[in-house]
């Protein structure tokens, strides 16, 4: 279960901001953000068991983020049945991530959720077009626009304020609206029982945490900032020179 914070349109309009937690078993093998793919040029995290990943940017022109999600209670379809997912869900990311632009990859995620059995999944992509987010329930894939503004995520729909951590991270973002990467800190890092939002779990918990700015048409540089490790205690390096 992962947080993922986005300012659409924010601090103003042509821009995003992005903070990720990454929450998963504290025993699983993972790469910070690197050059994963030369053309086009893609820049993520890496799941070193499984290929994929969770989190990526397409040369300054598209960002995805893979959530998982929970299962519906009466799930039906090709995951209802107790087999094992054909790939894994970061592998999808990482396929996303090689299209041309956010409305390619989701015509092609469309189809490709047909072909292959995928456990749930919330797939957020965004481009100079727009901010979207699909979501993949095992038998049904929808898609929701996101409008300007600050939207949370975890393992339900966005902005689901039924979701403790979801109802936390927007009055936060209501008390003090961030307008640098580094104001989503507080928030990424935050502890408050089961509203918490950087996890502390026997053996699984947040692991890694991740900023993206981008900009599309704006002086405004590029940058990612990653803190290999719980925000909470671990500082974030810078990564820009990356995506530059």
Known sequence: MCTLLLGVDRPRAGMLLLGANRDESLARPAMPPHVVVRQPRIVAGRDSRAGGTWLGIQDQDMVAALLNRQVPESAEGRWATGAEPDRSRGLLCLDALRMNGAEHALTWLADEVLTCRYAPFSLFLADRAGARIAYWDGSSLRTEELRAGWHAV????????????????????????????????????????????????????????????????????ARLLHAAGRPCVTPYQDLSALIA
């Open 154 to 221: 975890t393992h339900v729909d966005a902005d689901d304020f039924l979701d403790p951590r979801t109802e936390l991270a927007h009055t936060m973002l209501r008390q003090a609206p961030p307008r640098t990467l580094e104001d989503m800190v507080p928030i990424l890092a935050s502890h408050d029982g089961a509203r918490s939002v950087c996890l502390h779990a026997e053996g699984h918990g947040t692991v890694s945490s991740t900023l993206v700015q981008l900009s599309w048409g704006l002086p405004e540089p």
